[in-house]
């Protein structure tokens, strides 16, 4: 019998058109979008569906969009394989996708959810208009290798590992010159490739600082219960049940590397062997056969 768990895509994962078949042919999946569309104030269904690009992958646009669409492959999942979702013992979400994942797991309503990660969004951003920065993709490294490049290339500002994704897949975050210096010399260091990524700025440091007092004092005004499964925290890698030890895990993400590598690890090791990529894109299944390649991961939107 094998053990079931859902995997959540975090930002990165956006692309114009992800939803629309399953807002078009399940009643479910378009209330979610019709309701997200009362509680934010604009048609977030058309910019997922339409577009435009530009605005889907800001900060504020990519989050929302991306935990609605997530919520929206579980209903089309629901619909096309009901026992999987009936059996699902845990999961576990890329950064934004960990608010998807607590949803899921009952630990968040729908509508709290979305309020959060739509402020989470708009804080993130506004760190980043406030301070020009970005994340580098650092590939064919060790972990200790490319703190040694951060260590090189940080200049006194802001450059350290962001994500540690899987073997020879590590992001780092930082100002925008340290990015570059790092992009620069991580060929000389080893590196097969240094790729820049699309997003608005050095996520998951200390740049994001000003995003936390926001996003702490909103989580505690927001109701949140025991999950009824394991949901992994990008922090630490363990599951947690208590609403506040939640809380608080929620609010150190944005400044924390993403140990995602270590979280698919845990899940391997207690004996998940059946695992679905639930939302748009294929990020997490490729990053997942790079940890363990015998393993089976679907994707709902295929």
């Not at 078009?24 to 569906?49: M, S, V």
């Not at 629901?78 to 996708?97: M, Y």
């Not at 995003?211 to 947690?240: C, F, G, M, W, Y």
Request: proline share 4%.
């Amino acid at each position: 019998m094998s053990k079931i768990a859902f995997l959540f895509p975090g930002q990165g994962a956006q692309t114009v058109g992800m939803g629309r078949q399953a807002a078009e042919t399940l009643p479910a999946a378009r209330r979610l979008y019709d309701r997200a569309n009362e509680i934010l104030g604009y048609d977030l269904a058309k910019l997922c569906f339409e577009g435009p690009a530009e605005e889907l992958d800001s900060t504020s646009g990519s989050q929302p969009a991306l935990f609605v669409t997530s919520l929206a492959a579980i209903e089309l999942l629901r619909k096309n394989s009901p026992d999987a979702v009936l059996a699902c013992e845990a999961t576990a979400g890329l950064s934004l996708g960990e608010y998807t994942a607590l949803v899921f797991a009952g630990a968040m309503e729908f509508d709290d959810g979305l309020r959060l990660v739509a402020l989470r969004g708009e804080a993130m951003q506004e760190a980043s208009d406030a301070t020009p920065s970005g994340m580098v993709s650092i590939l064919g490294l060790e972990r200790s290798q490319v703190e040694q490049l951060c260590e090189k290339a940080r200049g006194g500002e802001v450059l350290q590992i962001a994500n540690i994704l899987c073997p020879g897949n590590i992001v780092i975050s930082g100002t925008n010159s340290a990015c570059e210096r790092a992009a620069e010399l991580a060929g000389p260091a080893g590196a097969i490739k240094a790729v820049p990524l699309a997003v608005a700025g050095a996520f998951h440091t200390s740049i994001m600082n000003s995003a936390v007092d926001k996003l702490k004092a909103a989580l505690a005004e927001t109701r949140i219960t025991r999950p009824t499964i394991p949901v992994i925290s990008n922090v630490d890698a363990q599951a947690h049940f208590e609403p506040d030890a939640i809380r608080d895990l929620l609010v150190k993400q944005v400044v924390s590397q993403v140990r995602w590598e270590e979280s698919m690890r845990r899940l391997l090791d207690e004996g998940y062997d059946q695992f679905y990529e639930v939302g748009p894109g294929r990020v997490l299944r490729g990053l997942l056969k790079r940890i363990e390649r015998r393993v089976s991961c679907q994707g709902v939107f295929d």
